[in-house]
């Protein structure tokens, strides 16, 4: 009966949705900015999913390039490295680590190569880059790796269980006499 409780117990914790941990102190404008943005850049967002790890504010130069045109200016931004999950077909979910570059002054989402010339912002860019990924949760490879056995295991089955013997050789050699 124990094992039973316990078994049950596990599974429950491997059901329940993992809970993570509170998003960092951000700006409200930040925060709005960030979850429109994963809404619109990321195809299979799961709303209200993104935790904040780690950010950085700083000033700095940051020059854009428009056609022909090169402008720099000073600003500040927000680096900040975001987890969130991704939800497919309603039970498949991914884990996903990204770095985003938030301008504070203009209230947009800035890419990589326009802050290069900040070395603050690029020691801490760089110190996170190595670890943005994206793995699929655990219970969701469960559950795949479990449709994918039973695709094999159920008609293996059935091919032993079910169908009757079409063999000639009888294991009773008195049935026929």
């Known amino acids: ?11 429950f914790f491997m059901i329940s949705p993992s ?23 990321v195809s299979y967002y799961d709303e209200n999913s993104f ?17 022909d045109e090169i402008t720099e200016y000073e600003s500040n931004f927000t680096i900040a490295f975001v ?4 939800k497919r077909d309603g039970f498949i979910y991914f884990d996903k680590r990204e770095l985003l570059i938030w301008d504070n002054n203009n209230q ?24 943005t990924e994206k793995e699929m949760n655990p219970w969701s490879l469960f ?6 056995t039973s695709i094999i295991i159920i008609p293996m089955w059935i091919v032993l269980f079910v169908t009757p013997s079409r063999s000639s050789f009888n294991s009773n050699p008195f049935l026929y006499e």
């Open 1 to 11: 009966m124990k094992r039973l409780i316990f078994m049950c117990m596990i599974i």
């Open 19 to 41: 809970t993570s941990a509170a998003k960092s102190e951000i700006s409200p404008s930040f925060s709005e900015a960030l979850e429109k943005h994963l809404r619109a850049e």
């Open 51 to 67: 935790v904040v790890l780690d950010e950085m504010t700083t000033n700095g130069t940051v020059t854009k390039v428009n056609g």
């Open 83 to 86: 987890s969130f999950e991704e």
């Open 108 to 131: 947009e989402f800035l890419s990589y190569s326009n802050i290069t010339q900040n070395e603050i912002a690029m020691d801490f860019y760089s110190s996170y880059i190595q670890t």
């Open 143 to 148: 559950l795949f790796m479990l449709m994918l």
